[in-house]
């Protein structure tokens, strides 16, 4: 398709849906859109979320925290379902007025305490906890550069890359050039850092980590808008040892699948109410294999 120049209008007006397969999640308003109250389980921490990169963020910090014998990081995971429209439910922006998943409600202080925008999720678990964030001010203040590089670069990532080579319904030269020059350097960064440390912010795995990993790890190993070989993640070496080392951690691999709904059943945990729900979730996928 031959690209035409767009005059914008003087003001521009919502007149249809437009963005592709997520076109319906997209409005120039906020607020409600319709009456219903979330559900509370019985944990201190109740998460709103679906498994997006942004979801597993939040969920691989809760299995962190839990293994690491953290017990009052136990959590109710809820999903929403952001195709059907339940991120503008009136429950839902109560807790996040930006409509947006993850979102997290603290119902272990009085009154509960409500947080969202999985960067600011992370931190907050982390200072709760005193976990995965280092206590000496220069490692502190290392990991949290690469937290917020992590939410300030991601979004030519997802909302920019992802959407014009994935999601668009036309496919335009002009913007995947401009964000794959964008990402191929943000994919340089990393690689450049990891070539001199273990982990993002050192040789301590942080929060950074957890940030970085389901965004960046996931488009070097094709799970995110499958475009590793467009990009030519092989080349990012050093990107590849990284993701690969916190691919294996178990806390990591629990993390991923909750909030699931889409992809291979046996990596679906569509809903956690219990650490038990990994064994029972296992269990299942055994009983339906067959014997022999």
């Not at 305490?113 to 678990?125: A, C, K, N, Q």
């Not at 690469?146 to 959407?163: C, D, I």
Request: contains cysteine; proline residues 6%.
């Amino acid at each position: 398709m031959i690209d035409s120049t767009y005059v914008p209008p003087k003001v521009w007006t919502w007149e249809q849906e437009s963005g592709g397969k997520f076109a319906r999640i997209n409005r120039p308003v906020a607020g409600a859109t319709h009456d219903k109250a979330l559900p509370v389980g019985r944990h201190p921490l109740q998460l709103y979320s679906l498994a997006t990169p942004n979801g597993v963020k939040v969920t691989i910090l809760l299995e962190e925290l839990l293994g690491a014998g953290h017990a009052g990081a136990e959590y109710d995971a809820h999903l929403v379902r952001i195709d059907e429209g339940e991120q503008f439910a009136s429950g839902f922006v109560e807790v996040n007025p930006n409509s947006k998943i993850p979102a997290l409600l603290d119902r272990s202080r009085d009154p509960p305490v409500r947080v969202f925008e999985s960067g600011s999720i992370l931190l907050y678990l982390a200072e709760k906890f005193g976990a995965f964030v280092p206590r000496d001010a220069a490692g502190r203040a290392e990991c949290l550069n690469w937290l917020f590089w992590q939410v300030g670069s991601t979004p030519y990532l997802g909302g920019g890359f992802g959407h014009f080579y994935r999601y668009a319904p036309d496919k335009y030269e002009y913007p995947i050039n401009r964000y794959t020059m964008e990402v191929k350097r943000q994919l340089d960064v990393l690689d450049r850092l990891l070539a001199t440390r273990r982990y993002v912010a050192g040789d301590e795995y942080t929060i950074a980590d957890m940030a970085i990993w389901p965004w960046y790890g996931g488009l070097v190993s094709n799970e995110v808008y499958q475009a590793a070989e467009f990009l030519d993640a092989q080349a990012y070496v050093h990107l590849l040892r990284w993701t690969g080392e916190v691919a294996c951690r178990p806390a990591v691999q629990r993390g991923r699948m909750v909030n699931r709904a889409w992809g291979d059943p046996a990596g679906q945990l569509r809903e956690r109410h219990g650490a038990s729900d990994f064994d029972l979730r296992t269990q299942d996928r055994l009983e339906g294999m067959p014997e022999g």
